[in-house]
């Protein structure tokens, strides 16, 4: 069967009752924006904008959307950027991932509603990324991704510094008395010195690194510094590859296959990645309409080594990353472990896009080879038992050797805010060997926070501790570092098992062996689990909405109706 034809504006019709008038009366509106019959009659490409003076990593991105508009120009089609949501790590209450959800929402809406051939994804910021493609593979329009990339490194006193791995380092040697006021103070004015998303393996950077292993991104996309003739060059040759999108109608349900998906999840360890993306890639495999589980990502995590030597599973930075080749050359480096036959935007297989793509070079040593690896098998591993029966996530590559095989008993805190209020507490007695508890923070709780990292006690910092074992049902920061299990599976606050926990209760950590178990007796446990009583829900509006109909997170936190029915 022929492709179908561009139908450009002359498709998504208002409604009037009457679609000669509606192209006529659309056709009089365009004209009054300088646009021709010639301009009318070529390939629409949307251009989805996510920019916004709340979201500071997407500073550059402007030009971004000038560039892509110079693309799809240069190819003969028409471009027309349209705004969305834009979705600030940092400057959203309580947490962007709440809104996740509501951007995949929109952004599905909008490729619907209005009339394109074809649409750029242009994001950046954590979770701008995972939601245009959840958008994208529902709305199953021909689609590219393009990503703002990541800051420049900064340097303070000599040292090379960046965000946000060395946010959180500097903040917990300030708590500690290391670093004095004055110095966090000259360290916060150095760490994101340009625009763009953190420039270490955080949850930005992980996802555009497994959007291009996904094939929803053309090669070398994921790493250009932000504002680098690189980063531009890339956008404008994506607008020309979206009017091929659009003249051959490569769908992204196409490229989005189990294969695919499978792939994204070796480079995710191959990185030692955001755990973030094990829930992005799941919402977005079953958007598709693929089976993607927690079983499946603990299989590639234990044949696939760690290769990229970058902060916080590293020492280096994304920068270093791009100059050593970026994902091509980690892609060449898996090629053994990935499926070549997978489809990508190019309209070539990844087996085709690799061919010419040189292996690691010995001039570097930001990207290891599967012989000689930067880290072991098994960076992230899937945990279960009696504490999580559903799952629950650890970033062992970032934790604490000394602290993967641990028991202690429980100190548990109800919310972030009961951390926030009482984790420096002296009449709370914390011990290093205590194991911190988190709890109503999961989806339904509280939206799923990047609130698992929580501090050390001030008084243990202050003593030199800088690690403990923590255990939650929220998320962490791609950025973070430290012994953190996280995503605990069901959460608190629809009565899985973190709900049940007590001051003292001895909890046992064995990651060798997968397993998060609360040490408590089924009779206990059954008469704790008959006195719960389920927080309300929240009064109105998208809070209510999401936390009545959000799936857990080992189905990927989307909401049920837009989510495919998948086991």
Known sequence: MMPMQPRGVDQNFTSYGDAGFSRYLRRAFLASTGFDGTDLDRPVVGIADTSSDYTTCHRDMPALIQAVKRGVLQAGGLPLAFPTISLAEILLSPTSMLYRNLLAMETEEMLHAQP????????????????????????????????????????????????????????????????????????????????GTCMVMGTASTMACLTEGLGLMLPGGATPPSGSGDRLRQAVESGRCAVELATRQLQPRTIVQRAALLNALTVLMALSGSTNGIIHLIAIARRAGVTLTLE?????????????????????????????????????????????SVMTVTGRTLGEVLHDVPPPGGWQQTIRTLDSPFGPPGSLVVLRGSLAPDGAVIKRAAATPGLLQHRGPAVVFESPEDVAARIDDPDVTITPDHILVLRNAGPVGAGMPEAGSFPIPRRLASAGVRDMVRVSDARMSGTAYGTVVLHCSPEAATGGPLAFVRDGDLIELNVAERRIDLLVDDTELARRRAQFVPPPLPERGWRRLYAQHVLPAHLGADLDFLSSALP
């Open 116 to 195: 394109m051939d074809a649409v750029v994804l242009v994001g950046g910021c954590d979770k701008t990324v995972p939601a245009q493609l959840m958008a994208a593979a529902s709305a199953n329009l021909p689609a590219i991704s393009v990503v703002t990339g990541p800051m420049l490194t900064g340097s303070w006193r000599g040292e090379r510094i960046g965000a946000c791995t060395d946010c959180r380092r500097y903040w917990l040697l300030h708590r500690a008395g290391d670093v004095d006021d004055r110095q966090i103070a000259e360290v916060q004015q150095s760490l994101c010195p340009t625009g």
């Open 296 to 340: 499946d990502v603990h299989e590639v995590s234990q044949r696939v080594p760690l290769l990229v030597d970058c902060k916080p599973a590293g020492c280096g930075y994304m920068e270093d990353f791009h100059r050593a080749g970026g994902v091509p050359v980690l892609l060449k480096a898996l090629h053994p472990l990935l499926d070549l």
